[in-house]
Nanobody
Framework: VQLQASGGGLVQAGGSLRLSCALS???????????MGWYRQNPGAEPDLVAS???????NYAESVKGRFTISGEDASNTVYLQMNSLKVEDTAVYLC?????????????WGQGTLVTVSS
């Protein structure tokens, strides 16, 4: 199972970026996808939830990004996107993709490698 995140970069405040995270290795593995989400992390800090979406459920957002960020997913390709608009300097962080999978009665978290988002003033 792998998660591949992409789409980060340098953008000016007020601009937009779209992050993508593709989950692979699930088909035929016995895993089901419970949900996927985006976290962000700054040096020396724990990852903070940005947005998440459960299979068949509504999206969930951190208060700081509500109205600016939108999470969406494609079940067929196990890909989740994060559309980030009206970016602020404080959105600068490494954005990490997380997949929560289930096999039998057990659930597991898998993390992607992260993609850096830098918002300049």
């Amino acid at each position: 199972v792998q998660l591949q995140a992409s789409g980060g970069g340098l953008v000016q405040a007020g601009g937009s970026l779209r992050l993508s995270c593709a989950l692979s290795g699930v088909s035929g593995s016995g895993f089901g996808v419970v949900g996927m989400g985006w976290y962000r992390q700054n040096p020396g800090a724990e990852p903070d939830l940005v947005a998440s979406i459960a299979s068949g459920g509504p999206p969930n957002y951190a208060e700081s990004v509500k109205g600016r960020f939108t999470i969406s997913g494609e079940d067929a390709s196990n890909t989740v996107y994060l559309q980030m608009n009206s970016l602020k300097v404080e959105d600068t962080a490494v954005y990490l993709c997380k997949g929560r999978l289930k096999r039998g009665q057990q659930e597991f978290n898998y993390w992607g490698q992260g993609t850096l988002v830098t918002v300049s003033s």
